[in-house]
């Protein structure tokens, strides 16, 4: 009967935990309820012209050394408006900017000499918050991954170059016409002033004979 009444027991636990485990229907109440929040990356406006992962190194002028930047996604980033393209590159983990730059005509990108995976290029970069003059170095996992970001670069930084001009040939060519606008005027007003003095000299070459007709019908009076 002893060794009976301990398994007794532990049937009863095991109904008792069951039945504190069925789902009563009861509906609980969050105490802090949570909304969504949108989160913006400022890349809303833009379309990626490129995206690859990659390693960012700098170099240390003070050090004379490459320092890592950060690993992560690389993107050549086009705006929807001004057709202007940018490079940025966030860590893959706490997406922190490593690098955001224009990609600027005067820019040309090359193979870095201990690797031909590796690329380098100098920018203005701003991902500090500041405009600094940074040497980069980027690694990609393959030799075609580097390819594909190098003629990538160079033609975007050739479009930029074929935009500007385009700018420049209608900022001149807006320049050319306001200027023959204001050619014209002067001719106009010049002849407006002769026209003017046209129909003076015929007002006073009435006014005599109005005279010379009233001193005649004072003579017949």
């Known amino acids: 009967m002893s060794s009976a009444e301990p398994e007794h027991e532990h049937r009863e636990e095991e109904e008792a935990a069951g039945a504190d485990d069925e789902d009563t229907g009861a509906q609980v109440a969050p105490i802090v309820r949570l909304e969504e929040v949108a989160v913006t990356t400022g890349e809303e ?7 690859l ?21 690389v993107k050549l980033l086009k705006h929807k408006e001004t057709g202007k393209v940018r490079l940025v590159m966030r860590q ?10 224009l990609v600027i005509p005067t820019m040309t990108v090359q193979e870095h000499s201990g690797n031909e995976k590796s690329c380098v290029w100098h920018a203005a970069d701003f991902a500090d918050g500041e405009l600094k003059d940074e040497f980069f170095c980027i690694r ?4 075609e991954y580097c390819k594909t970001f190098m003629e990538t670069f160079q033609e975007v930084a050739e479009s930029q170059m074929k935009k500007e001009e385009n700018v420049d040939a209608s900022n001149a060519a807006s320049l050319l016409e306001k200027l023959s606008v204001e050619d014209k005027k002067p001719e106009e007003k010049s002849e407006e002033n002769t026209e003017e003095k046209v129909k003076e000299d015929d007002v006073k070459e009435e006014k005599p004979s109005d005279n010379a007709e009233k001193k005649e019908d004072a003579a017949s009076a």
């Open 53 to 73: 992962k990659a390693k960012l190194y700098r170099f240390d002028k003070e050090g004379n050394q490459w320092k890592e930047r950060g690993a992560g996604t």
């Open 140 to 143: 990609f996992a393959s030799l």
């Open 92 to 101: 893959s983990k706490t997406l922190k900017i490593c690098a955001n730059h």
């Open 45 to 51: 406006n833009e379309d990626a012209v490129l995206d």
